[in-house]
């Protein structure tokens, strides 16, 4: 196996072989059984401009409510799903999910945009951006309102297969966003090359940045090297007023974290934001 070759045969080999044990087996089967009976949700965490305090759009994070286990976190399954490849049907089941939902999440006079996480192996299937367009087209929502983030390192996995799958996207109108941008080791030449609109900077930096001076410079550089790129930037992690402010003053324009709101399922997510709105925006 080398990390150029990626025929479905080499996929099968490669899923065959990390769920050779009895537990993964049995974690695999459940995993479609959720699928099949509509165990997983949609939780929703707002993203807010730091400029107007406007709900802009909401990342879809995925949970798993299983019937024993009761809500299970994205930790507990997601990497293991990437390495045998059902994280494609993850992906595929959330973008469905999301344009069902779609119109009851817009609101009047402006578009209300949703982000989905996308792993390697979403990156690497060639039919992923056409069949991502056909189940939004069936429900009327336009690519425009739809943020893929994508870590890193699922780019360097494969750059420039990346790149092209990144490129059609792009070009069927779909914003992209770098997640947890400076934690992993990508190239600068790469980002400069790939048609992203946003880059979001990793939590880690986000909460280091109230007393760690150079966590607050890496923030900073963060902010500024994604302006020149022309790039919009969200922070991850504002837990804190102090943090909001902060951020809003170093011109990042969006910012994300439990300070704003948790991800919640979607009925919550839409009384949250009425009240959001009613606090911090005057009509
Ligand atoms: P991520 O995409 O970087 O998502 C941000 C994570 O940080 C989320 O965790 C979110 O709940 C958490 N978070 C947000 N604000 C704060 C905060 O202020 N403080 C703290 N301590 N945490 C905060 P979550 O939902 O557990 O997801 C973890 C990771 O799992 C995600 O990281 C993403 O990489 C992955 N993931 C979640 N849903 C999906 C999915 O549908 N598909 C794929 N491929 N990956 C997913
Ligand atoms: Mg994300
Ligand atoms: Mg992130
Ligand atoms: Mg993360």
Redesign the pocket.
Known sequence: YTAKRRSEDIVVYKSDFVTSTPESLSLLSELRRAVTNNELRV?L?PKVSTANHKVVAA????RWQHPEKGLV???KF?PFA?QTGF?RE??KW?ISALAEQWQALQQENRLFRVS????TRDLLSPSFPDYVRQTLDTFDVPTSGVCL?ITESAIMDDPAFAEQTLAKLSNMGFRLSI??FGTGYSSLGYLKRLPVNELKVD?SFVFGMMDDANDRTIVQSTIDLAHNLGLDVVA????TAEMYQVLGELGCEEA????IG??MPIEAFLTWREQWQEEHIEA
């Open positions: 939780y965490q990342e879809a994070l995925v976190p994205p930790y997601v990437e994280i993850i992906t959330m989905v996480n996308l792993s983030e997640d947890d939590q991850e992690g504002v837990e994300q974290g439990y300070f948790k991800p």
